[in-house]
């Protein structure tokens, strides 16, 4: 059974830094894309970042230059660096990933960017 588990959230101030590691279990995520997405209370599931099995990433512009995706096959992990934070990123982050074409998900961690 694949299980990803979230950690890394909590509250930091305008302008402050957090990672985020996804630990995944019950695959190997090495030939896999890896996924984070956010969700703000009210809104709709939001995708933030992707890393490919050749380790390309991609952003969307709300969060590129500031937020940075990384993996750790060694030990079946993913991480998300989030710079310079905004009161708009505050939000539950979710790790996915797609296994023979179904989506597995987190169960998420909280951001809270507030002063």
């Known amino acids: 059974q694949v299980q990803l588990v979230e950690s890394g959230g909590g509250l930091v101030q305008p302008g402050g830094s957090l990672r985020l590691s996804c630990v995944v279990s019950g695959s190997a995520i090495s030939s896999y894309a890896m996924n984070w997405y956010r969700q703000a209370p009210g809104t709709q599931r939001e995708w933030v970042a992707t890393?490919?099995?050749?380790?390309?990433?991609n952003y969307p512009d709300s969060v590129k230059g500031r937020f940075t995706i990384s993996r750790d096959n060694s030990k079946n992990t993913v991480f998300l660096q989030m710079n310079s934070l905004r009161p708009e990123d505050t939000a539950v982050y979710y790790c996915?990933?797609?296994?023979?074409?179904?989506?597995?998900w987190g169960q998420g961690t909280q951001v809270t960017v507030s002063s």
């Open positions: 890393i490919t099995n050749t380790f390309s990433t």
């Open positions: 996915q990933m797609v296994l023979y074409f179904r989506a597995y």
